[in-house]
Structure formats: structure tokens, C-alpha cells
């Protein structure tokens, strides 16, 4: 393994830059690129049936990071693989962009951000990247990054020189920004992203975060992204849909009244520490 976080000598938020402007916050646009109406699911298991959603209704705009926090078993991963048409609601619908999720899949409008980094152990790190996008453009797609592009991206995640490693020679950092890279590099206008970091340890998931807003600072793609980290949701988000368990439902929405750009500093601001404070106080009325 090559090092224990693959990181520069001053960590990869001195890698990035940030503008000093207090820009809004961009959030999506009047119209939604996703609707979610009356959205239910049930599970049978073990001869009991598990109400994992119930009556969700959420809309996400076009170019909008919205992150949802709750416990485990709140049914946050199942609302983000019914919006990716990888699992099919019981009631209610998901459009997307006006169309239905099937198509959308078809069009390629997705990148999947998993929990693993789930890369082909007999490729490298550019390989990896590219066998997406390879097939992404042999079956059309317009929208996928060419090969200076990439490797402007993993010169950006710190990955320049590991170009030619190969997975079990990176750190598990390491190999969740090859993840990243590729997701992005196909460039689908919607990224699933379901805890992406949970697996890394503090000090990484920290830089992760900041990596993850600087690509996508790049092409502001919609980013739905699952956590149950409240920081972690406050610092990345334009909006946070709180959810409550059993069953699986919105309890409350909140807009993140931080600027952007994102920076590590603002997390040692007192407006930073008011919006965790307001969504802990969301997670404990709904959880009581």
C-alpha cells in the first residue's frame, strides 16, 4: 500500500484553491430536474413486511447538492436507488428531467457513487477511469470527458504519479478518489452518491469532502448524496432532507445559509456550527 492516506505533504486542501468571494449558495434552478411524488416502498422479510418509504415527496433542482441525513434503516439508500431506477417504487412516481428514470438510465444521466469503491482490480488507476467512459462513449453518450480532462481531474484529487497503480497499491482514500474521478468523468448530469466516505477514517473523510466540492465546483452536476454525518451534510449541501424511520419518511428539509465556496475554515465559524446545531435539533424532535 502506498502510504496510509495518499495524500500530498500538505494534504489535499492545499492542492486546492478557493475563491475568496462570498458567493451565494448555488442552489438548483425554479425547475426541478427531479420529482418525487407519493413515493412508497415495502420489503418482505422473514415473513414480515418492513415499511421502508412512505408517501416521499422531494424535488432536487438541476445543478442542486442535496444531501439526506438520518439513522440507519431510515430508507435513505432505497429512496437513492429508486431515484437511479435501481429498485422500483411500490406507489408513487420519480421523473427526471420530464421523463421517467428508465429513460434517464438509458440516456446515461447517472453517476453511481457507492459505499466501495468497487474498481477492477486488474486495472489501473487511469484504466479504471476510462473503461467508463469508453463504454459510455461507444454507446453514444456526447457528455464523457476525453483524456486530458481526466487527467487534469486525478492531477486534482492528488492521484498525479499513480496513474499506472493499480488498486491494492492505494490507500482506501486513494482508491475512493479514483471513484470519484470516474464518476465525474463520465459526466452524467445527476450523481447518486450513497456514503461514499463512511468506510474512511476521520482525518481522510474530512479531505474527502473538500476534494468532492472542488470537482464539483467543475461541472455543478446534481449530487444527491447519503450520510449520516451532520457535519458532513452541512458543509456539502445546498439542502439537507432530514428523514425519520419506520416508516421511512421526510420529517424536514433545511437550506445550508453558507456561502459557497466551501472552505475548511468554516467549520470553525458560529454560522457553521448554528446550521449543525438546527439539523441535530431536526434528527432529535423526529427520533425522539
Not at 453511481?112 to 453514444?140: C, E, I, M, Y
Not at 425519520?244 to 453558507?258: F, H, M, N, S, Y
Request: proline share 6%; with cysteine; glycine share 8%.
Amino acid at each position: 500500500m502506498i502510504g496510509n492516506t495518499g495524500v500530498s505533504p500538505n494534504g489535499p486542501r492545499a492542492m486546492m484553491t478557493h475563491p475568496t468571494t462570498d458567493a451565494p449558495s448555488p442552489v438548483g434552478t425554479n425547475e426541478p430536474l427531479v420529482s418525487i411524488s407519493g413515493v412508497s416502498k415495502l420489503f418482505s422479510r422473514r415473513g414480515r413486511t418492513v415499511e421502508a418509504l412512505r408517501d416521499v415527496d422531494l424535488t432536487i433542482g438541476d445543478g442542486e447538492f442535496v444531501s439526506l441525513l438520518g439513522p440507519s434503516g431510515c430508507g435513505k439508500s432505497t429512496l437513492l436507488r429508486i431515484i437511479g431506477g435501481l429498485q422500483t417504487a411500490d406507489r408513487g412516481t420519480v421523473s427526471v428531467g420530464g421523463g421517467d428514470v428508465q429513460h434517464a438510465r438509458a440516456a446515461k444521466q447517472y453517476g453511481l457513487v457507492p459505499q466501495a469503491p468497487a474498481l477492477l482490480p486488474w486495472k489501473t488507476v487511469a484504466d479504471n477511469v476510462r473503461f467508463l467512459t469508453s463504454l459510455h462513449r461507444r454507446r453514444g453518450s456526447e457528455q464523457v470527458m476525453n483524456d486530458a480532462e481526466i487527467q487534469e481531474l486525478l492531477v486534482t484529487v492528488g492521484l498525479a504519479g499513480f496513474e499506472r497503480s493499480y488498486p491494492h497499491e492505494l490507500s482506501g482514500g486513494m482508491q475512493q478518489r479514483v471513484s470519484l474521478v470516474r464518476a465525474f468523468a463520465v459526466g452524467a448530469p445527476i450523481l447518486l452518491m450513497d456514503e461514499p466516505f463512511a468506510a474512511l477514517d476521520e482525518i481522510t473523510r474530512a479531505d474527502m469532502r473538500y476534494l468532492l466540492l472542488d470537482l464539483w465546483s467543475r461541472t455543478h452536476a446534481t449530487v444527491v448524496f447519503v450520510t449520516h454525518s451532520v457535519t458532513e451534510a452541512a458543509i456539502l449541501s445546498d439542502r439537507v432532507v432530514v428523514m425519520a424511520a419506520r416508516p421511512g419518511r421526510v420529517a424536514a428539509e433545511r437550506t445550508i445559509e453558507l456561502p459557497r465556496p466551501r472552505t475548511p475554515e468554516m467549520e470553525d465559524e458560529p454560522n457553521f456550527h448554528e446550521q449543525v446545531r438546527r439539523l441535530r435539533a431536526d434528527l432529535r424532535e423526529h427520533h425522539a
